[in-house]
C-alpha cells in the first residue's frame, strides 16, 4: 500500500487501472448481452436471469448452485441500476486499484461481491423468498468500503479521501434504504455484506508491500480462471438440466400442467425439481401426493 496516491487528472482516471476497466468492461459487456437475449433495457426476466446466472437463493442452497455467487455480480436489472454501479466502480476503482495495485484489487472485488450474496442468500433462504438477486453492488460496496480503510490508513479519518468514501457510502446507503422504503428491489444484505468484506480484506493489506509483476499475473490469472469456471458451471447446468431457468413457482407450473395432460415423466421430474429446493410447505407436500396418486410412487432425491 503505497503512502502517496496523488489524484490523476480525470482525462487520465482510468490509466494504470487495468483491473478496473476490465471490471467497467465485462458489467457493460454482460448487460448488452442481457439486451440482445431479452430485447429489454429493464426489468430482465426471471428466466433469462437465471439462465445467465443469477443468485437465487433457494437454487443456490438447495441445489448447491453457489457459482452463482459470482456470476450475479455481473449481472443487472436494467440501465439505470447499471449506471449507478459504474458510477460508483469509476469514482472508487481506480483510488483502491492504484494505492493497493491490481493483484490486490481484483481478488478483493470478487469476494466482496461473492460474500455479499452469501448474505443476500442467507436472508432469502430463511424468508425462503423465491426472489433472484442480480448487480454488482455487493462488491462495489466493496471496493468503496476498501477506499475508506485505505484513506483511514493513510490520512487519517480528516483525510480527503476517507471523507470523500464516507460521502458516497452514506449516499449509497441512503439511496438503498430511500430506494427499498419506496418498494424498491434493493438487496441491502447485498450492501452490508461486500462492504464487510471489502473493509475487512483491506484491513489486512499490508503497507508498503507491492507484489511482483509474475506475482501479479498469477493472481490476476487465477481470478479470471475462477469467474472463466463459474461461467461455464452455470453453461453446464443451462445446457443438462430444463429446470436451472425455473424459479420454484415455474416448477410448480411446469409439473400441474404435466398432469394436467398426463404426462407422468415430466410430472415426476418437476416434483422432483420442486423438492431439491428443499420447500417443505403444505404445497409441495400436495403436489406429492397428487403425483403419486395419478403416476405412482415418485423416489426423492
Known amino acids: 500500500m503505497s503512502n502517496d496516491s496523488?489524484?490523476?487528472p480525470r482525462s487520465e482516471?482510468?490509466?494504470?487501472?487495468?483491473?478496473?476497466?476490465?471490471?467497467?468492461?465485462?458489467?457493460?459487456?454482460?448487460?448488452?448481452?442481457?439486451?440482445?437475449?431479452?430485447?429489454?433495457?429493464?426489468d430482465i426476466p426471471s428466466d433469462k436471469a437465471l439462465e445467465l446466472g443469477a443468485s437465487y437463493a433457494l437454487a443456490t442452497v438447495g441445489e448447491n448452485r453457489w457459482e452463482t455467487l459470482v456470476t450475479a455480480c455481473f449481472l443487472h436489472g436494467g440501465v439505470v441500476h447499471l449506471a449507478l454501479n459504474m458510477v460508483f466502480l469509476w469514482l472508487a476503482g481506480p483510488v483502491v486499484e492504484r494505492a493497493v495495485g491490481s493483484a490486490r484489487m481484483a481478488p478483493m472485488y470478487l469476494a466482496a461481491g461473492?460474500?455479499?450474496?452469501?448474505?443476500?442468500?442467507?436472508?432469502?433462504?430463511?424468508?425462503?423468498s423465491g426472489t433472484f438477486g442480480v448487480g454488482a453492488s455487493g462488491a462495489i460496496s466493496g471496493v468503496l468500503a476498501a477506499a475508506l480503510v485505505v484513506g483511514w490508513r493513510l490520512q487519517g479519518w480528516k483525510g480527503p479521501l476517507t471523507q470523500?468514501?464516507?460521502?458516497?457510502?452514506?449516499?449509497?446507503?441512503?439511496?438503498?434504504?430511500?430506494?427499498?422504503?419506496?418498494?424498491g428491489s434493493i438487496d441491502n444484505a447485498t450492501h452490508l455484506g461486500g462492504a464487510l468484506a471489502g473493509a475487512v480484506i483491506a484491513g489486512m493489506w499490508r503497507r508498503g508491500h507491492r507484489y511482483s509483476d509474475r506475482a501479479t499475473r498469477a493472481i490476476l490469472a487465477a481470478c479470471v480462471g475462477v469467474l472463466v469456471a463459474c461461467i461455464v458451471i452455470v453453461g453446464v447446468h443451462d445446457r443438462t438440466d430444463p429446470f436451472a431457468r425455473m424459479t420454484l413457482l415455474d416448477r410448480f407450473r411446469f409439473t400441474n400442467e404435466a398432469l394436467a395432460d398426463g404426462r407422468c415423466r415430466d410430472a415426476h421430474d418437476g416434483l422432483r425439481a420442486v423438492e431439491r429446493l428443499r420447500e417443505r410447505l403444505a404445497p409441495v407436500t400436495s403436489l406429492r401426493n397428487q403425483v403419486e396418486a395419478m403416476c405412482g410412487h415418485v423416489d426423492g432425491e
Open 164 to 183: 470523500a468514501m464516507v460521502r458516497w457510502l452514506g449516499f449509497m446507503i441512503v439511496l438503498s434504504v430511500a430506494s427499498k422504503l419506496a418498494g
Open 13 to 42: 482516471w482510468l490509466g494504470q487501472v487495468p483491473v478496473t476497466r476490465a471490471l467497467l468492461a465485462l458489467n457493460v459487456g454482460m448487460f448488452v448481452v442481457e439486451v440482445a437475449i431479452t430485447h429489454l433495457f429493464t
Open 114 to 128: 461473492a460474500f455479499g450474496n452469501v448474505l443476500s442468500v442467507a436472508y432469502y433462504w430463511y424468508a425462503r
Open 6 to 8: 496523488p489524484s490523476p
